[in-house]
């Protein structure tokens, strides 16, 4: 049911987006600079909105003293007045409200602050929804956690096979009544003055507010028990302006056509409601805008921030580019890597030229003479039948005691890489190859990417290999580590290794398998395939009697029309015992690969650290799990881990509420880092968590992450190949923390490329409909886990046609009772209780809004709805991960 949207817009003109209009002086912000304007000066200056920011040696004097904090700054996207930073100790994070508290920082900025006296800050009244309080959450899963590497790899798929099936994750949890938030006092003036019927969850700062469950302090907060209140503070420096200032979003005339900046500027209003409103010179403006402004309407733009001056509720900015039409796949996928910075620009003539330049390349003789040659060896690669980057194959060789001879071998590709070329710097620069649900934009140029360093069949290639004696139980007996030379013998896919899993004794027909080069035969692949299988399940079971933690969540492939490129289908993607296979190897090699660089090189090694849960957060998912009466152990990662095997059935709704649970597990999880070991004091902070592990790093995936390049370096001087290379582990911290920033940046560019995907196909194809379970349940709206597609929503009350609803907590359960109209006068209205763990059935649909889509309840009772079942049957749950 669609709503009108009545809206009384009562902010001043020239008050940010989700600045309070009572939060300080306003006014129509004259000219950027336009020292003429007479409506609110002081002394013929303009009053300053923001505060100055203080001086580097005042930060750096009160960061010392700790008088002030710093953290990188999380903006609500759902409620852009609300950011949040981290707390140092891990306890509930900072809270920071307004845009001028925010002091002219953007999402992702690393800032300093300053917190406020204690009367100013947060009050958390003891019933409100908690989740509120700790910003908009995104999920930070580390891939080892929830193995995104098999995610990343089946991406690979070019546009040259049919109807690519591709996967991603999704995450889209929305804020709490999807309404913007300002102070009380502006909330009662509004509630007399105007009516406000929302467009279903729609957030507009303009629009007049209701109550928040956490209200502002009118009262003495000393008489407040300690944990009602959440800090408070004021951005007072930027350290590092991590955002990349850029944005997508569309052109608006100035509303004053008589001012004076009506005829210099056009207004720039982002997509993404974090960011400010901008002026942007008309002159960067197509021609014929300010005379057909409604042309265009629907296209999307790109404008780089340049100044965001004291005196000045927009920021100044430079129209960069139009992109094309809103909701177009390709423009709406540049202006996300445009925002997240990702460089998808062609590698520059520089760069080719580190490439060798005679083609075909062959292996230099000198190399025969430095490495072990395994061309002889049973070598083969196992990857999504779509890859072309091929940075790892595998190989097991039968002993005569009943040991085997098991080998990891990586694309070598620091070779091709000379350390301080162009082509290191752009790798260096790039980080990380982004993975989005139609394409990848390459860390390296597609002739290594594909060619020369990919590990494909019958062709010579240089490798470093880790390869071990291990038991049939998966014991290391020995471990060598040095440079190879490998012919794979086939290339593979996760589907043959699986028939070759699911048939041990069955003889597969060649037509079934890829070509297997003259030397080798199908059975002997086909062994090897099973004795690794047999080793990575004794090597998986004995990981989590040590102590691991697996949190999967559901992932979502799409199928897309070979023409059009528009996705015809999605599904949740199965992740199956040739997927772990692959996973425990690569494991193995990586924490192989770390223990040895460390032992090597204390100081100078780069690895991969996991801190645990967040303690506030974990604490409130401890209490839940009380009251919900789930006997939930949050102990460490390990007995996390057995209470989700052990604590749910495995018939469709213990299934469903396996999948809430895991969900919320992952909300107090912190990211993975890359870090120089030199920089750490407290080895203990080394640890990684999920995989509970003291020592790991990454290794496996030169090809497509840098990170694995640089211990590449490391581990061949390890092995005297080279002298170690020349950098201070204050310079190796500066590489972990970009490489930490471009990940990051490159798994929400994954995220929103699939939230994309998802939007149009709800467009193209919808409505859709799916079971739901509920996962939180607020005042007036509910949250659901959309357990077909793995996406969450929230519903709201006023979008459905009810007679009443009515919000009340059973002991400590919040519980929504819904009171629908009839639809014909004869019946009784329907009732139906929504609470945590309730099935329900939902409707997605697309709204008129591009690519914006909302999930209503279907009325109980009503017919053709089919059953979710989880595809991935009993407990293959579990992901690729490395």
């Not at 999380?74 to 609300?82: A, G, L, Q, S, V």
């Not at 007072?236 to 500027?265: C, P, Q």
């Not at 070598?412 to 649900?437: H, I, M, N, Q, W």
Request: hydrophobic share 35%; net charge negative; glycine share 6%.
């Amino acid at each position: 049911m669609s709503h009108p949207d009545y809206r009384l817009n009562l902010r001043p003109l020239g008050t940010p987006r989700g600045a309070s209009s009572l939060a300080g002086p306003r006014g129509a912000g004259a000219s950027p600079g336009d020292k003429k304007s007479k409506s609110n000066t002081i002394r013929g200056k303009k009053k300053s909105i923001f505060e100055t920011y203080l001086s580097k040696e005042d930060v750096s004097e009160g960061l010392k003293r700790g008088t002030l904090i710093q953290g990188v700054l999380r903006i609500n996207p759902k409620k852009f007045h609300e950011a949040f930073i981290p707390s140092p100790d891990g306890d509930r994070d900072i809270f920071i409200d307004g845009v001028v508290a925010r002091n002219r920082a953007l999402n992702g900025d690393l800032v300093v602050v300053n917190l406020l006296p204690e009367e100013q800050w947060k009050v958390i009244k003891p019933e409100s929804n908690d989740k509120e309080t700790e910003g908009a959450y995104e999920s930070d899963l580390p891939e080892e956690l929830c193995g995104s590497h098999l995610l990343q790899q089946s991406l690979k798929g070019y546009n040259d096979s049919p109807d690519v099936i591709i996967e991603a994750q999704f995450d889209d949890s929305d804020s709490e009544d999807g309404h913007g938030n300002t102070q009380n006092a502006l909330v009662d003036g509004v509630k007399k003055l105007s009516v406000c019927v929302h467009e279903k969850g729609k957030e507009d700062a303009g629009a007049p507010v209701t109550k928040d469950e956490n209200t502002f302090m009118s009262q003495d907060t000393r008489a407040l028990p300690e944990k009602s209140l959440q800090r408070s503070a004021k951005v007072v420096y930027i350290l590092e302006k991590k955002h990349s200032r850029a944005a997508t979003g569309f052109l608006k005339l100035l509303a004053d056509k008589n001012s004076e900046l009506f005829r210099k500027y056009a207004l720039f209003s982002p997509s993404d409601h974090r960011v400010p409103r901008v002026y942007v010179p008309l002159k960067d403006c197509p021609q014929d805008f300010v005379t057909r402004p409604k042309d265009y309407a629907n296209t999307l733009f790109i404008c780089r921030i340049v100044d965001w001056r004291e005196d000045s509720n927009f920021a100044l900015g430079q129209l960069a580019k139009s992109l094309g039409q809103a909701g177009e796949i390709e423009p709406e996928t540049e202006g996300i890597l445009t925002e997240y910075g990702v460089d998808f620009s062609d590698f520059s003539s520089e760069v080719l030229e580190c490439l060798p330049q005679g083609l075909p390349w062959t292996i230099p003789p000198e190399e025969f003479s430095k490495r072990r040659d395994l061309r002889k060896d049973c070598v083969f690669t196992i990857d999504p039948s779509t890859a072309r980057d091929l940075d790892d194959a595998l190989s097991c060789k039968p002993i005569a005691d009943g040991n085997f001879e098991v080998g990891v071998h990586i694309a070598d590709v620091s070779y091709f890489v000379p350390e301080g070329s162009s082509l290191d710097k752009v790798a260096a620069e790039r980080a990380t190859s982004v993975y989005l649900v139609q394409k990848v934009v390459p860390m390296l140029p597609r002739l290594l990417c594909e060619e020369l360093c990919s590990l494909n069949p019958m062709t010579d290639k240089l490798t470093f290999s880790v390869i071990w004696t291990l038991t049939p139980k998966g014991k290391i007996l020995s471990e060598w580590f040095g440079q190879t030379i490998i012919r794979s013998c086939t290339k593979l896919s996760y589907e043959h290794a699986q028939s070759m899993i699911e048939g041990p004794t069955r003889k597969i027909p060649e037509k079934e398998l890829p070509p297997v080069s003259p030397e080798h035969t199908s059975e002997e692949v086909h062994r090897a395939v099973l004795n690794l299988h047999g080793i990575a399940k004794e090597l998986r079971k004995q990981r989590f009697v040590d102590g691991a933690l697996r949190l999967d969540q559901l992932k979502l492939a799409f199928t897309l029309d070979h023409e059009t490129g528009l996705p015809q289908g999605c599904h949740i993607y199965e992740y199956r015992d040739s997927n772990k296979l692959v996973e425990e190897f690569m494991l193995l090699a990586n924490m192989a690969v770390a223990r040895k660089i460390h032992r090597t090189f204390p100081e100078r090694a780069l690895l991969r650290r996991h801190p645990p849960p967040q303690t506030k957060m974990l604490n409130d998912l401890v209490e839940f799990c009380d009251q919900m009466g789930l006997p939930m152990d949050f102990s460490s990662a390990g007995a996390l881990n057995k209470s989700l095997m052990e604590t749910f059935g495995d018939d469709k709704y213990s299934l469903a509420r396996k999948e809430v649970l895991t969900n919320m597990c992952s909300r107090p999880m912190q990211m993975a880092l890359y870090f120089c070991s030199g920089v750490l004091q407290d080895q203990t902070q080394f640890r990684h968590y999920a995989l509970n592990v003291p020592l790991y790093t990454h290794f496996t995936s030169p090809i497509r992450r840098f990170a694995d390049v640089l211990v590449h370096r490391l581990l061949a001087a390890t092995l005297g190949y080279r002298e170690l290379p020349d950098v201070e582990p204050d310079a190796l911290q500066k590489q972990a923390d970009h490489c930490n920033d471009r990940r990051m940046a490159s798994k929400r560019v994954q995220e929103l490329s699939t939230s994309l995907f998802f939007a149009i196909l709800v467009k193209e194809s919808g409505p859709l409909e799916s079971e739901a379970m509920v996962m939180g349940v607020l005042n007036q709206a509910f949250d659901v886990l959309v357990l077909r597609y793995g996406v969450q929503k929230r519903i709201y009350c006023n979008a459905l046609p009810l007679r009443s609803y009515r919000f009340q907590k059973m002991g400590k359960k919040p519980e929504l009772t819904l009171v629908w109209e009839p639809e014909d006068v004869e019946r009784e209205p329907a009732q139906q209780v929504v609470s945590i763990f309730s099935l329900v059935e939902v409707v997605l649909r697309a709204e008129a809004t591009a690519l914006k889509y909302s999930a209503v309840l279907k009325r109980p009772g009503t017919e053709g709805l089919l059953g979710w079942q989880d595809e991935r049957g009993g407990d293959d749950l579990e992901e690729e991960q490395d």
